[in-house]
């Protein structure tokens, strides 16, 4: 399949036309459609996609208000229902569910049969074990089919699935498994990552150890016994495995917990449901990323790859594509060859290999990708790619420029008059609601840097300082809508504390004197362009993102201060606006200790066994003390502002912190970083 074709966004545009006799003069007058008749629109995604259900909804929006809105009560759906409506016809049409391939190059393919046989056997192996509605089911495993199936088969009883990369070190999983307390763990024993395999039966042993209510465990190992080895179950056949249904379950009913990281705390455990996720996921995938069912004539043979691990917020929504009949291609592995011998066409030669139409990926990659130079020629066959997505950082205007000019040129020999003028679907969003608030529109005018839209149903606006909307100004994103994919609430979070402080802390209820609700901060700065097009300016809070992976501080403090040599610590993250990402980590040594490589290599070490190697900072200095407020808080924030080029009297109030006396130092320290980065401009 070669575009053009009918974008997705035009067919809904003229279903509404056509069913509901709307009609409007531009996107942006549909979008505020959308964020104003809420129930309307939202009720419109619902027949759009033909969403079944047992029993009727008695409304779209129960109660207009956030957090705590209901939808869709009465209705019963089901995700992996919803996935397995795709299999007679698009089996039927030749296409399978999965493609997928690791570092080794090969491919497989996993049918749409298999992928429900699969699901079903291991969905009544798991209510043999005793799992049932609710019950949480933990998974440490890579980026392969046999995990989405696994996710499959979990959301097929109503259980609650939850997933970590292995690459993450023991700590960080069991920071995020004890709070859930799961009752099944399926895990994996090795994993080969940048050409090297990587042992993980020590890291289960510590999982079995540290989480005492797992009462079975599943194992994705040749070496396991068999009742207990994942590739046995998925192999049984019966009468009962053919018969199997997905259970259907209340529209809010929880289907997966993930984890985005705060300053502050272990990771926040965010419960989402089974109808808010396909409400949510079916719009952004389809009419915003212009990603059509792979069995429809309009989009036959589409093929959907977004490169992720398992620990990235991006995995769910690639598995999301199935919800609408999409073929998706997954990739386990590193993107980048190995450290002896780095490849940045390693996933450009899967793209060719498996024929996907669609290739997204965080914007670090397709950053290192030009530093490389890469040869797009020599990949193999991208005649099918018609459209790149980039996400988990802001994408730079050269970056996007580059491909460009080089798929411009290669349209010449691909015969794809799409790749003449490659669209980019530039999308930002958050683990925190499984969604993205910007992102694309295929029927819009694109500009390298920016990001064409704020997305249907996405109340999205840019406040200043005083909590006013405002335009053409950079401020914080916020949400003053609900939408159905907003958590449910964290997991075990009493009173919705730590929920209500992480979104609503900042805009409470009547924040303005307006007797408006609480609007939800996002933790982005954004610019809203006239013309609606925006532009993502990083981080506005502490947190770390490393590639697209968010990480809290507070889980790389605890990993650098067990070291008896670090009294204190301070990281911030520079990732700003397409530019590389910086991170500075600064340490307080007890004294006589010396920052000298062999204390380098120990606090980098630290950081990989409790974290992951994605976090290592990119420089570490010594300090005499690490800025706090009179209440003891690390000054992380004003920091990173500092070094962004922000005036000091802007950011800091000497008479607030508890050790004024240290802030000379960084004052030096953005000077000097600030004026060599005005040399390398």
């Known amino acids: 399949m070669t575009a053009p074709y009918v974008p997705q966004m035009a067919l809904y545009r003229d279903w509404l036309k056509e069913t509901r006799g709307l009609a409007f003069a531009d996107f942006e007058a549909m979008r505020r459609w959308s964020v104003t008749d809420i129930d309307a629109f939202w009720q419109s995604v619902w027949d759009y996609f033909d969403l079944r259900s047992p029993t009727p909804h008695t409304a779209v929006l129960a109660e207009r208000k956030m957090p705590g809105a209901v939808w869709f009560p009465g209705a019963s759906v089901n995700y992996a229902r919803q996935v397995f409506r795709h299999v007679v016809p698009a089996h039927n049409a030749g296409l399978p569910a999965l493609i997928a391939s690791g570092e080794d190059g090969r491919l497989s393919e996993t049918s749409w049969p298999e992928l429900q046989r699969k699901s079903a056997a291991l969905a009544l192996h798991l209510k043999a074990k005793g799992v049932r509605a609710g019950d949480r089911v933990a998974a440490y495993l890579p980026n392969i089919p046999e995990t989405i199936i696994a996710f499959l088969a979990t959301a097929s009883l109503g259980a609650v699935w939850s997933v970590c990369a292995p690459d993450m070190a023991a700590p960080a999983v069991i920071d995020r498994f004890k709070q859930i307390e799961p009752k099944v763990l399926i895990a994996c024993d090795a994993v080969t990552y940048a050409g090297k395999r990587h042992d993980r039966q020590g890291v289960i042993e510590e999982l079995r150890r540290a989480l005492p209510t797992v009462e079975h465990v599943i194992l994705h190992s040749d070496a396991a016994p068999s009742e207990t080895r994942l590739s046995s179950i998925f192999a049984r056949q019966s009468a009962e495995i053919d018969a199997f249904e997905p259970e259907w379950l209340p529209f809010d009913h929880p289907l997966w917990i993930v984890y985005s990281s705060g300053t502050t705390g272990l990771p926040k455990p965010i419960l989402h449901s089974h109808g808010g996720i396909i409400a949510v996921a079916l719009p952004l995938s389809t009419l915003h990323n212009d990603l059509g069912c792979s069995y429809h004539p309009n989009s036959f043979g589409e093929r959907f790859h977004w490169y992720s691990s398992t620990g990235w917020i991006m995995w769910n929504c690639q598995a999301n594509g199935l919800l609408n009949g999409t073929t998706c291609c997954i990739f386990d592995g590193s993107p980048g060859g190995t450290k002896d011998k780095p490849d940045w066409t390693t996933?450009?030669?899967?793209?060719?290999?498996?024929?996907?139409?669609?290739?997204?990926?965080?914007?670090?990659?397709?950053?290192?990708?030009?530093?490389?130079?890469?040869?797009?020629?020599?990949?193999?066959?991208?005649?099918?790619?018609?459209?790149?997505?980039?996400?988990?950082?802001?994408?730079?205007?050269?970056?996007?420029?580059?491909?460009?000019?080089?798929?411009?040129?290669?349209?010449?020999?691909?015969?794809?008059?799409?790749?003449?003028?490659?669209?980019?679907?530039?999308?930002?969003?958050?683990?925190?609601?499984?969604?993205?608030?910007?992102?694309?529109?295929?029927?819009?005018?694109?500009?390298?840097?920016?990001?064409?839209?704020?997305?249907?149903?996405?109340?999205?606006?840019?406040?200043?300082?005083?909590?006013?909307?405002?335009?053409?100004?950079?401020?914080?994103?916020?949400?003053?809508?609900?939408?159905?994919?907003?958590?449910?609430?964290?997991?075990?979070?009493?009173?919705?504390?730590?929920?209500?402080?992480?979104?609503?802390?900042?805009?409470?209820?009547?924040?303005?004197?307006?007797?408006?609700?609480?609007?939800?901060?996002?933790?982005?700065?954004?610019?809203?362009?006239?013309?609606?097009?925006?532009?993502?300016?990083?981080?506005?809070?502490?947190?770390?993102?490393?590639?697209?992976?968010?990480?809290?501080?507070?889980?790389?403090?605890?990993?650098?201060?067990?070291?008896?040599?670090?009294?204190?610590?301070?990281?911030?993250?520079?990732?700003?606006?397409?530019?590389?990402?910086?991170?500075?980590?600064?340490?307080?040594?007890?004294?006589?200790?010396?920052?000298?490589?062999?204390?380098?290599?120990?606090?980098?070490?630290?950081?990989?066994?409790?974290?992951?190697?994605?976090?290592?900072?990119?420089?570490?200095?010594?300090?005499?003390?690490?800025?706090?407020?009179?209440?003891?808080?690390?000054?992380?924030?004003?920091?990173?502002?500092?070094?962004?080029?922000?005036?000091?009297?802007?950011?800091?109030?000497?008479?607030?912190?508890?050790n004024p006396g240290c802030l000379d130092w960084y004052l030096d320290f953005a000077r000097s970083y600030l004026s060599k980065q005005a040399g390398a401009a």
């Open 347 to 658: 996933l450009w030669r899967f793209v060719a290999d498996a024929k996907a139409t669609f290739f997204g990926a965080g914007a670090a990659f397709f950053a290192n990708c030009t530093k490389a130079e890469i040869d797009l020629a020599a990949v193999g066959d991208l005649s099918g790619l018609r459209a790149l997505g980039s996400t988990g950082s802001p994408l730079s205007a050269d970056t996007q420029a580059w491909f460009n000019e080089r798929f411009a040129a290669l349209s010449k020999r691909t015969g794809n008059a799409a790749q003449a003028d490659m669209w980019w679907a530039n999308i930002s969003g958050g683990t925190d609601f499984a969604g993205a608030f910007i992102g694309g529109n295929r029927e819009l005018a694109q500009t390298p840097g920016i990001m064409q839209c704020r997305l249907l149903g996405c109340a999205v606006e840019a406040f200043d300082e005083q909590g006013r909307a405002v335009i053409d100004e950079v401020g914080e994103l916020v949400c003053t809508e609900p939408l159905p994919s907003m958590p449910l609430r964290f997991w075990n979070d009493p009173g919705n504390a730590r929920y209500l402080s992480s979104y609503f802390e900042t805009y409470p209820d009547n924040f303005d004197g307006s007797g408006r609700g609480p609007v939800w901060r996002h933790g982005d700065w954004l610019k809203i362009n006239p013309d609606g097009s925006c532009v993502i300016y990083g981080r506005s809070d502490a947190t770390i993102n490393r590639h697209g992976l968010r990480m809290g501080t507070s889980e790389l403090y605890s990993a650098i201060e067990a070291l008896p040599e670090v009294l204190d610590s301070m990281v911030v993250d520079l990732e700003y606006l397409g530019r590389d990402s910086y991170m500075p980590l600064f340490v307080v040594l007890r004294e006589g200790v010396a920052l000298d490589a062999a204390m380098k290599a120990k606090i980098n070490k630290a950081v990989e066994a409790g974290l992951s190697r994605r976090f290592l900072p990119n420089d570490i200095f010594v300090v005499a003390e690490i800025p706090r407020t009179l209440s003891g808080k690390k000054q992380e924030l004003p920091v990173k502002k500092l070094l962004l080029g922000h005036p000091v009297e802007k950011v800091i109030n000497r008479d607030a912190m508890a």
